[in-house]
Structure formats: C-alpha cells, structure tokens
C-alpha cells in the first residue's frame, strides 16, 4: 500500500500523537513496516525526488504487503521537515528516509525524541543508534563526464550550474576539472551558484549566462531539467543530473548521473524487517551499481565513447581513483603529490577547488 501526501496536507491532518505503543516493530511483526520517505522537490521533478521516488516505487514492488509506504514531497529544508518527519514518526512510521542534506539535523532531533524509529538521512553525514546516512560517489560520473568534455568542447569552456558550495557539490566539481584537464590543460570551468537545489528559472538564467560568456558545455550540480533543456534550444552541450534527462535535451545531452537508489532501499527495509538493521554510513558508487550513466548521445564519436567506458570501468576495478595525485589546487599549491590520493575523508571535506576552476568558493 501506498500513501503519497503532500506536504500542507501532513501538516494539517489528524494524526494523532502519542498513540502508538512504544514497543520496537518487530514485537508487531503481524503488521506491515510502515516506511516513509521525505523528498526536497516535487516528486515529478525528473531529478532527485523523481530518482528517491523511482526507488520507493522498486521497494514496493520488491516487498509487496510486507511494507506500507507513504511519501512527502515538496518539503522545504528547515523547521518544515522536522514537523513532516515528526509526523511520519508519530504516525506508526518505523522506518524514515530524509532524502536531502538539509533534513539531517531534524532527522536526528526527531530520532531523540523516538528511540524505537529507524531513520536514514541521504547526502547527510550525522548518525545516532536509530541513524543512519547513506549518500553517492556522483563524483565518479562527472570523471567520465570529464573525459566526455575534454573531447567535445570546442570553446574549451564548461558551464557549471551549482547549487550549495558543500563538499559534494565541491568534489563534483573538482572531479571533472581534474579528468579534462588530463586530456585537455586548456579547459575552464566556469561556476555560477543558485544557492538553491530546485529552481527551474535560476537553472536557467545560469544556464544561459554561461552561454553567453562562451561555454559550450553545461554541467549542474542541480535538479531540474532546465539546464538541459537551455543547452537543446541553444544549441550547445549538457549532461544531466539525477536522472535520464535526454528527452529534455535529445541533441544537447550527452550522458548524465542516474541516481539507482532501489537497490538500497531494499536492501535495508530487508534489514529492519529481519531485525538486522544497524546504524551505519555507506558510500556507494558505479560499483555498488547505485551511481549509473545515461545512455551516450548516440552522435559522439565511438572512440569518445570507448574513452569513457574505460574511465568507468578503471573506477570500478580501483585501478583509476579520481583524486589520484598529482593535484594542484587554482592557488598553485600541491594537495596531493603524485603516487597517492585523497582518502575518503578528505574528499568529503573537500572546500578549495583545483587548477582550472573559476568562480567564488563561498565559505
């Protein structure tokens, strides 16, 4: 069974407090796991909330009436959220996915107040005993993306939408520089920030910024399809975020992140149905299948398409790292000499940008 409410509607229903036992789920073991999910945008965003929601539709499929799920979409990041995940948790949920960066302190205040509740928050790096955070090596696909770039920019000039200077959104950035660099020393990246994760007409009055001062090739760290659709009607290049976006863009876009979180879904709703479920932080990538590709433009040339495939596959065997050294950032000074490369924990703390990145870092 599924529930999908929207946020104004959660927050005026009845549901009512302090109703439920406080025993743990498993103790009701008769009763199907009620399962929620909290999404930042609207659900038909063909982005982020699109991908999470994609997911929670393979969970059901895969669970049947083992589970009930409901989702809420369109949730700002802020007080909104700890009111929406609060109502989730006081409502019988058992089992809480916060899907954004932004819902990981209320997730875990909400998780102080309900003990018995398991909660998982996406792209967030907090946990408790009830809390977990799960995230993605997007990172991994703008190496390939760079690759792509290298050889299909004639400019030699990349536009790049970016939402929030976090260390994700960083490493992205960095992660192309560095693989189109390798190929092509020549090439900018140009950022221009929309301070925003969803927003149609600040993607595209970026995207079209970026046009206009030359690039010939937008990336974003964003989740509408906006960009792409820019780029179609421009008549330049794009890759996608989140999702498949090439029928916005089927000339412009050239690959993009498939965000594949059905796998992971189901793997921990198993858990916690079982009883094995454990706090934990997991970081998946095209390993773990959870980052995928879109298909390539079907116009780029096999032997761009063969250098891409091989960066992909290099990742996946661990003979490519893409912070391999060496590493310069744009201040001329040595991160990481060669032979080595950032570990996990530096990449996710990632604040500076490398040699070959324009634009303000805010702090």
Not at 21 to 27: G, H, L, R, S, Y
Not at 41 to 70: C, K, M
Not at 199 to 227: M, V, Y
Request: with cysteine; net charge negative.
């Amino acid at each position: 069974m599924t529930l999908p409410i929207n946020r104004r509607t959660l927050l005026k229903s009845g549901l009512a407090a302090g109703t439920l036992v406080a025993a743990p789920w498993v103790a009701r073991a008769a009763e199907p796991l009620k399962v929620g999910f909290v999404y930042p945008s609207p659900v038909n965003d063909f982005g982020w909330s699109y991908r999470h929601e994609i997911g929670r539709q393979q969970l059901v499929e895969a669970l049947g009436d083992r589970i009930e799920t409901t989702y809420v979409d369109n949730v700002p990041e802020g007080p909104d959220s700890e009111r929406v995940i609060m109502r989730l948790a006081r409502s019988g949920h058992k089992l809480i996915f916060t899907c954004s960066f932004g819902y990981m302190d209320p997730t875990i205040s909400v998780a102080e107040r309900f003990p018995d509740v398991l909660f998982e928050n996406n792209t967030g790096y907090k946990t408790a005993d009830n809390v977990s955070a799960y995230n993605a090596r997007f990172h991994e696909a703008r190496t390939v993306f760079g690759v792509i770039a290298a050889h299909q920019s004639k400019s030699g000039i990349i536009g790049v939408i970016a939402s929030f200077p976090i260390p994700e959104v960083v490493m992205s950035i960095n992660a192309l520089a560095l693989s189109a660099r390798k190929i092509r020393p020549d090439i900018e990246l140009r950022v221009i920030w929309v301070n925003k994760w969803y927003d149609p007409g600040l993607e595209a009055d970026a995207a079209k910024t970026h046009i206009a001062q030359g690039a010939d090739i937008l990336t974003q760290i964003t989740n509408s399809t906006a960009p792409t659709q820019v780029a179609e009607e421009s008549g330049v290049f794009s890759f996608g975020q989140d999702n498949d976006m090439s029928a916005f863009g089927p000339n412009a876009h050239l690959t993009g992140v498939v965000n594949n979180w059905g796998p992971y879904y189901i793997r921990r709703v198993r858990d916690a149905l079982e009883g094995s479920w454990q706090s934990r932080s997991s970081w998946d990538g095209f390993a773990e299948d959870v980052v995928q590709l879109a298909p390539y433009n079907e116009n780029l040339a096999p032997e761009v398409v063969q250098a891409a495939e091989a960066t992909r596959t290099a990742i996946i065997s661990g003979d490519l790292h893409p912070f391999a050294g060496p590493i310069v950032n744009r201040d001329g000074g040595e991160v990481i000499p060669a032979g080595t490369a950032l570990e996990d924990k530096a990449i996710h703390s990632m604040n500076w940008f490398v040699d070959g990145v324009e634009g303000d870092l805010p702090s």
